[in-house]
């Protein structure tokens, strides 16, 4: 039975402790705080006002989505600009039932400008700490590599990052690829990624966004990830779909997302559904809500609704979510209880 839409409904599907996995923090630069931060930088915008900006958010495809994002990263400055968009969006998390967040960014969007990688990490690092304590929110960072640019040029982003592990260690546990997919298979960073893997990194990539299945079986194989981001074309490939059950690999879907930049034209043709009930591991996650206009309770309530995903299939979806979190299994027992308590099964 699909689940209902009310507000005793909305306020139970609030209530169940998440993991977001799939969040690009750049992506959760809204309209206002890029007019703030722009003001207080001295950066002119090429849009008049706030509404001019939602305008631009009108995108065909990932690329014309891609152009938007990094001219809007432009006004990120200083640790106060990272710091504050960090804790806008944790904010915003705690208030969808949000208990951990791996939050990903772009340093190489950032030092191309002349910011310091160094900036970058300590605005990000000081909201996680203080939402660990204040919001009741754990958290980690994934540096991710623009896989449009080269594997040298990742390889240099991952040396000047290195000598910050010590100060952000506890935070920074984990590497991603993300950015045009198109024509750029997973193999491009096979080298760097050995590296990242010999240094006790967690790794994940976007693959089968608007790729093929075989990026994702190239992220499986050749980068060795731990989890796949989006990978909803992983269905064209019946064989691999049984890969990614039988080996327990979770797919960091996001559903309005693939919605806005084309991936799929109705909510209800998402697959989803279909995913989770051939056995994947689905999590839903929100990627670029500022962009997207839905944060992560928006792409459960949308989701709901389309796929008439019932109450169990949505209590799988937030336990999928922390059980596939890089939280070491101690910590994720106590938000699972939490999970089944808020779900009714204690």
């Given at each position: 039975?699909a689940?209902?839409?009310?507000?005793?409904?909305r306020d139970?599907?609030?209530?169940?402790?998440?993991?977001?996995?799939?969040?690009?923090?750049?992506?959760t630069?809204?309209?206002?705080?890029?007019?703030?931060?722009?003001?207080?930088?001295?950066?002119?915008?090429?849009?008049?006002?706030?509404?001019?900006?939602?305008?631009?958010y009108?995108?065909?495809?990932?690329q014309?989505?891609?152009?938007?994002y990094?001219?809007?990263?432009?006004?990120?400055?200083?640790?106060?600009?990272?710091?504050?968009?960090?804790?806008?969006?944790?904010?915003?998390?705690?208030?969808?039932?949000?208990?951990?967040?791996?939050?990903?960014?772009?340093?190489?969007?950032?030092?191309?400008?002349?910011?310091?990688?160094?900036?970058?990490?300590?605005?990000?690092?000081?909201?996680?700490?203080?939402?660990?304590?204040?919001?009741?929110?754990?958290?980690?960072?994934?540096?991710?590599?623009?896989?449009?640019?080269?594997?040298?040029?990742?390889?240099?982003?991952?040396?000047?990052?290195?000598?910050?592990?010590?100060?952000?260690?506890?935070?920074?546990?984990?590497?991603?690829?993300?950015?045009?997919?198109?024509?750029?298979?997973p193999?491009?960073f096979?080298?760097?990624?050995?590296?990242?893997?010999?240094?006790?990194?967690?790794?994940?990539?976007?693959?089968?966004?608007?790729g093929p299945?075989?990026?994702?079986?190239?992220?499986?194989?050749?980068?060795?990830?731990?989890?796949?981001?989006?990978?909803?074309?992983?269905?064209?490939?019946?064989?691999?779909?049984?890969?990614?059950?039988?080996?327990?690999?979770?797919?960091?879907?996001?559903?309005?997302?693939?919605?806005?930049?084309?991936?799929?034209?109705?909510?209800?043709?998402?697959?989803?559904?279909?995913?989770?009930r051939?056995?994947?591991?689905?999590?839903?996650?929100?990627?670029?809500?500022?962009y997207?206009?839905?944060?992560?309770?928006?792409?459960?309530i949308?989701?709901?609704?389309?796929?008439?995903?019932?109450?169990?299939?949505?209590?799988?979806?937030?336990?999928?979510?922390?059980?596939?979190?890089?939280?070491?299994?101690?910590?994720?027992?106590?938000?699972?209880?939490?999970?089944?308590?808020?779900?009714?099964?204690?």
């Open positions: 039975m689940a209902s839409p009310d507000h005793e409904w139970w599907l609030r209530a169940l402790p998440k993991a977001e996995l799939h969040l690009h923090i750049e992506g630069l809204e309209p206002e705080l890029m007019f703030e931060l722009a003001r207080r930088n001295g950066i002119a915008l090429p849009y008049a006002d706030v509404q001019a900006v939602r305008d631009a009108r995108f065909t495809d990932l014309s989505f891609l152009d938007v990094y001219a809007g990263a432009g006004v990120l400055v200083t640790e106060r600009d990272f710091y504050e968009l960090a804790m806008a969006y944790l904010r915003r998390a705690q208030a969808d039932g949000v208990v951990h967040a791996e939050l990903m960014f772009d340093p190489q969007t950032h030092t191309a400008r002349g910011v310091a990688l160094e900036t970058v990490f300590a605005g990000l690092a000081r909201a996680l700490r203080e939402a660990r304590g204040g919001l009741g929110i754990s958290g980690y960072l994934l540096l991710s590599f623009l896989r449009h640019l080269s594997e040298d040029e990742a390889f240099a982003t991952l040396e000047a990052a290195l000598p910050l592990r010590e100060a952000y260690g506890d935070l920074w546990i984990g590497i991603g690829l993300d950015s045009s997919e198109r024509g750029n298979p193999e491009k096979a080298r760097v990624y050995a590296r990242c893997a010999a240094l006790g990194f967690r790794l994940v990539a976007h693959a089968g966004e608007e299945p075989d990026y994702v079986r190239g992220a499986l194989d050749t980068l060795k990830v731990a989890r796949i981001d989006h990978g909803v074309r992983s269905s064209e490939d019946p064989a691999l779909v049984q890969e990614l059950v039988r080996r327990r690999v979770p797919l960091t879907v996001c559903p309005l997302s693939n919605l806005k930049l084309g991936v799929v034209r109705d909510l209800r043709d998402h697959n989803l559904a279909k995913l989770l051939a056995g994947a591991i689905v999590t839903l996650n929100s990627d670029d809500p500022a997207f206009g839905g944060y992560l309770l928006d792409n459960y949308a989701s709901a609704e389309a796929l008439d995903l019932a109450r169990d299939e949505l209590v799988t979806l937030a336990a999928n979510s922390l059980k596939a979190s890089f939280l070491p299994h101690a910590e994720q027992a106590p938000l699972l209880d939490r999970l089944w308590a808020a779900a009714g099964r204690s």
